[in-house]
Protein backbone atom coordinates (compact mmCIF):
# COMPACT_ATOMS: atom_id res chain seq x y z
CA UNK A 1 0.00 0.00 0.00
CA UNK A 2 1.17 3.43 -0.75
CA UNK A 3 2.05 5.30 2.56
CA UNK A 4 1.57 8.84 3.04
CA UNK A 5 3.41 10.89 5.63
CA UNK A 6 1.77 14.00 6.15
CA UNK A 7 3.99 16.60 8.37
CA UNK A 8 4.04 17.98 10.63
CA UNK A 9 1.88 16.26 13.12
CA UNK A 10 0.27 19.56 14.71
CA UNK A 11 1.47 23.01 13.97
CA UNK A 12 0.41 26.41 16.15
CA UNK A 13 -0.19 29.77 14.51
CA UNK A 14 -2.02 32.98 15.04
CA UNK A 15 -4.99 34.49 13.02
CA UNK A 16 -3.22 35.88 9.53
CA UNK A 17 -0.38 33.44 9.04
CA UNK A 18 0.31 31.63 6.36
CA UNK A 19 0.53 28.33 7.06
CA UNK A 20 2.22 25.43 5.05
CA UNK A 21 1.46 21.68 5.36
CA UNK A 22 2.80 18.23 3.82
CA UNK A 23 2.16 15.13 2.44
CA UNK A 24 4.63 12.93 1.01
CA UNK A 25 3.98 9.64 -0.83
CA UNK A 26 5.76 6.59 -0.89
CA UNK A 27 5.55 6.29 -4.61
CA UNK A 28 4.55 8.67 -7.37
CA UNK A 29 0.65 8.81 -7.63
CA UNK A 30 0.68 11.46 -10.49
CA UNK A 31 -1.64 14.19 -8.98
CA UNK A 32 -4.28 11.77 -7.66
CA UNK A 33 -4.63 13.64 -4.24
CA UNK A 34 -6.91 15.53 -2.00
CA UNK A 35 -7.01 17.66 1.17
CA UNK A 36 -9.98 17.64 3.68
CA UNK A 37 -10.55 19.76 6.85
CA UNK A 38 -12.05 17.95 9.87
CA UNK A 39 -13.71 20.19 12.82
CA UNK A 40 -13.90 18.54 16.33
CA UNK A 41 -17.72 16.53 15.74
CA UNK A 42 -18.07 16.72 12.03
CA UNK A 43 -17.64 14.74 8.61
CA UNK A 44 -14.27 15.84 6.55
CA UNK A 45 -14.33 18.56 4.18
CA UNK A 46 -13.21 18.61 0.42
CA UNK A 47 -10.80 21.48 0.73
CA UNK A 48 -8.74 20.55 -2.34
CA UNK A 49 -8.83 17.61 -5.51
CA UNK A 50 -6.57 16.47 -7.92
CA UNK A 51 -3.87 17.75 -5.70
CA UNK A 52 -4.48 21.37 -6.72
CA UNK A 53 -7.91 22.07 -8.00
CA UNK A 54 -9.95 23.82 -5.31
CA UNK A 55 -13.25 22.72 -4.62
CA UNK A 56 -16.35 24.98 -5.29
CA UNK A 57 -17.54 27.28 -2.21
CA UNK A 58 -13.89 26.76 -0.86
CA UNK A 59 -12.08 30.27 -0.33
CA UNK A 60 -9.11 30.74 -2.16
CA UNK A 61 -7.02 30.98 0.71
CA UNK A 62 -6.57 27.56 0.18
CA UNK A 63 -4.14 26.12 -1.83
CA UNK A 64 -2.45 22.91 -3.37
CA UNK A 65 0.44 21.97 -4.79
CA UNK A 66 2.56 19.27 -6.00
CA UNK A 67 2.93 16.29 -8.35
CA UNK A 68 4.67 12.85 -7.92
CA UNK A 69 5.69 12.07 -4.53
CA UNK A 70 5.66 15.78 -2.88
CA UNK A 71 2.22 17.89 -1.91
CA UNK A 72 1.06 21.19 -0.06
CA UNK A 73 -1.70 22.67 1.31
CA UNK A 74 -0.79 26.24 2.01
CA UNK A 75 -3.39 28.76 3.78
CA UNK A 76 -2.17 31.91 2.89
CA UNK A 77 -4.33 33.98 5.80
CA UNK A 78 -5.72 31.87 8.84
CA UNK A 79 -9.13 32.94 9.30
CA UNK A 80 -10.76 32.03 12.87
CA UNK A 81 -12.80 29.05 11.35
CA UNK A 82 -9.30 27.67 10.09
CA UNK A 83 -8.54 25.99 13.05
CA UNK A 84 -8.95 22.23 12.40
CA UNK A 85 -7.35 18.79 11.71
CA UNK A 86 -6.45 18.57 7.87
CA UNK A 87 -5.86 15.30 5.60
CA UNK A 88 -4.40 14.22 2.76
CA UNK A 89 -5.91 11.58 0.76
CA UNK A 90 -4.11 9.69 -2.38
CA UNK A 91 -6.31 8.00 -4.51
CA UNK A 92 -4.37 6.71 -7.08
CA UNK A 93 -3.93 3.31 -6.03
CA UNK A 94 -6.32 0.90 -3.66
CA UNK A 95 -6.46 0.72 -0.93
CA UNK A 96 -6.45 4.80 -1.08
CA UNK A 97 -4.17 5.92 2.10
CA UNK A 98 -4.72 8.82 4.46
CA UNK A 99 -2.37 11.15 6.03
CA UNK A 100 -1.76 11.17 9.52
CA UNK A 101 -3.69 14.34 10.06
CA UNK A 102 -2.38 17.91 10.93
CA UNK A 103 -3.98 19.51 14.04
CA UNK A 104 -4.23 23.04 13.30
CA UNK A 105 -4.18 25.25 16.26
CA UNK A 106 -4.24 28.10 17.76
CA UNK A 107 -1.02 30.06 19.05
CA UNK B 1 -27.68 15.63 -1.02
CA UNK B 2 -27.46 13.97 1.65
CA UNK B 3 -25.66 10.77 2.94
CA UNK B 4 -26.88 9.19 6.18
CA UNK B 5 -25.57 6.45 7.87
CA UNK B 6 -27.03 4.06 10.80
CA UNK B 7 -26.96 0.31 11.90
CA UNK B 8 -24.08 1.68 14.47
CA UNK B 9 -23.92 0.38 18.31
CA UNK B 10 -22.79 -2.04 20.48
CA UNK B 11 -21.44 -4.87 19.64
CA UNK B 12 -19.39 -7.67 21.50
CA UNK B 13 -16.06 -8.74 19.93
CA UNK B 14 -16.24 -11.91 17.17
CA UNK B 15 -19.62 -10.62 16.26
CA UNK B 16 -21.10 -8.64 13.66
CA UNK B 17 -22.86 -5.64 12.63
CA UNK B 18 -24.05 -4.40 9.00
CA UNK B 19 -24.19 -0.85 8.24
CA UNK B 20 -25.91 1.30 6.13
CA UNK B 21 -25.93 4.38 4.27
CA UNK B 22 -28.76 6.03 2.35
CA UNK B 23 -28.17 8.34 -0.09
CA UNK B 24 -31.20 11.06 -1.13
CA UNK B 25 -30.82 14.04 -3.45
CA UNK B 26 -28.80 12.35 -6.58
CA UNK B 27 -28.64 9.92 -8.85
CA UNK B 28 -27.00 6.96 -6.44
CA UNK B 29 -26.87 4.13 -9.66
CA UNK B 30 -23.76 6.14 -11.26
CA UNK B 31 -21.92 7.16 -8.71
CA UNK B 32 -18.47 5.31 -6.93
CA UNK B 33 -18.66 5.13 -2.85
CA UNK B 34 -16.61 4.21 0.04
CA UNK B 35 -16.25 3.89 3.87
CA UNK B 36 -13.82 5.65 5.81
CA UNK B 37 -13.38 5.16 9.29
CA UNK B 38 -11.92 7.28 12.78
CA UNK B 39 -11.31 5.67 16.17
CA UNK B 40 -11.29 7.80 19.02
CA UNK B 41 -8.84 10.15 18.70
CA UNK B 42 -7.33 9.20 15.92
CA UNK B 43 -6.86 9.37 11.92
CA UNK B 44 -8.92 8.69 9.30
CA UNK B 45 -8.68 5.50 7.52
CA UNK B 46 -9.95 4.48 4.38
CA UNK B 47 -11.92 1.24 4.66
CA UNK B 48 -13.12 0.16 1.52
CA UNK B 49 -14.50 1.02 -2.24
CA UNK B 50 -17.13 -0.22 -4.12
CA UNK B 51 -18.06 0.90 -8.10
CA UNK B 52 -21.19 1.59 -9.42
CA UNK B 53 -22.89 -1.43 -10.63
CA UNK B 54 -20.69 -3.26 -7.52
CA UNK B 55 -18.89 -5.24 -10.10
CA UNK B 56 -15.46 -3.90 -8.83
CA UNK B 57 -14.45 -3.73 -4.82
CA UNK B 58 -11.34 -3.20 -2.77
CA UNK B 59 -10.56 -3.36 0.89
CA UNK B 60 -7.96 -1.92 3.23
CA UNK B 61 -6.01 -4.84 4.96
CA UNK B 62 -6.73 -4.43 7.89
CA UNK B 63 -10.11 -5.58 7.44
CA UNK B 64 -10.32 -7.54 4.17
CA UNK B 65 -12.07 -10.93 4.71
CA UNK B 66 -13.60 -9.70 7.65
CA UNK B 67 -15.88 -6.64 5.66
CA UNK B 68 -17.85 -6.53 2.91
CA UNK B 69 -19.02 -3.85 0.89
CA UNK B 70 -21.94 -4.11 -1.34
CA UNK B 71 -24.92 -1.87 -2.48
CA UNK B 72 -28.40 -1.67 -3.61
CA UNK B 73 -28.99 0.78 -6.53
CA UNK B 74 -32.75 0.23 -6.61
CA UNK B 75 -32.69 1.30 -3.10
CA UNK B 76 -30.07 4.11 -3.03
CA UNK B 77 -27.91 2.28 -0.39
CA UNK B 78 -24.46 1.61 0.60
CA UNK B 79 -24.09 -1.23 2.83
CA UNK B 80 -20.78 -2.14 5.10
CA UNK B 81 -21.51 -5.51 6.74
CA UNK B 82 -18.69 -6.15 9.61
CA UNK B 83 -17.98 -9.84 10.77
CA UNK B 84 -15.24 -11.01 13.39
CA UNK B 85 -15.31 -7.49 15.38
CA UNK B 86 -12.07 -6.90 17.12
CA UNK B 87 -11.76 -3.91 20.45
CA UNK B 88 -9.79 -1.87 17.38
CA UNK B 89 -12.54 -1.78 14.98
CA UNK B 90 -14.75 0.47 17.71
CA UNK B 91 -14.71 3.83 15.62
CA UNK B 92 -17.00 6.33 13.99
CA UNK B 93 -17.61 5.00 10.49
CA UNK B 94 -18.52 7.52 7.58
CA UNK B 95 -19.97 6.51 3.75
CA UNK B 96 -18.49 9.06 1.18
CA UNK B 97 -19.36 9.66 -2.34
CA UNK B 98 -16.80 9.76 -4.97
CA UNK B 99 -17.30 12.23 -7.74
CA UNK B 100 -15.39 11.93 -11.12
CA UNK B 101 -13.96 15.57 -12.24
CA UNK B 102 -12.40 16.58 -15.33
CA UNK B 103 -9.19 18.20 -14.78
CA UNK B 104 -6.68 19.47 -17.95
CA UNK B 105 -8.00 16.68 -19.49
CA UNK B 106 -7.98 14.04 -16.74
CA UNK B 107 -10.14 12.65 -14.92
CA UNK B 108 -9.80 13.07 -11.23
CA UNK B 109 -11.81 11.51 -8.39
CA UNK B 110 -13.13 13.68 -5.19
CA UNK B 111 -15.06 12.47 -2.13
CA UNK B 112 -17.45 15.62 -2.13
CA UNK B 113 -20.34 14.74 -0.16
CA UNK B 114 -19.84 12.51 3.59
CA UNK B 115 -22.25 10.84 5.77
CA UNK B 116 -22.64 12.60 9.53
CA UNK B 117 -21.07 8.79 10.82
CA UNK B 118 -22.44 6.17 12.64
CA UNK B 119 -20.47 4.65 15.67
CA UNK B 120 -19.95 1.22 16.55
CA UNK B 121 -18.47 0.14 19.40
CA UNK B 122 -16.64 -3.17 20.40
CA UNK B 123 -16.75 -4.61 23.45
CA UNK B 124 -17.56 -7.05 25.63
Known amino acids: AIQMTQSPSSLSASVGDRVTITCRAS??????LGWYQQKPGKAPKLLIY???SLQSGVPSRFSGSGSGTDFTLTISSLQPEDFATYYC?????????FGQGTKLEIK | VQLVESGGGLVQPGGSVRLSCAAS????????MIWVRQAPGKGLEWLSY????????YYADSVKGRFTISRDNAKNSLYLQMDSLKDEDTALYYC??????????????????WGQGTTVTVSS
Open chain 2, 96 to 113: ARRLRALVSSQYFYKMDV
Open chain 1, 50 to 52: AAS
Open chain 2, 50 to 57: ISSSGSTI
Open chain 1, 27 to 32: QGIRND
Open chain 1, 89 to 97: LQDHDYPNT
Open chain 2, 25 to 32: GFTFNIYT
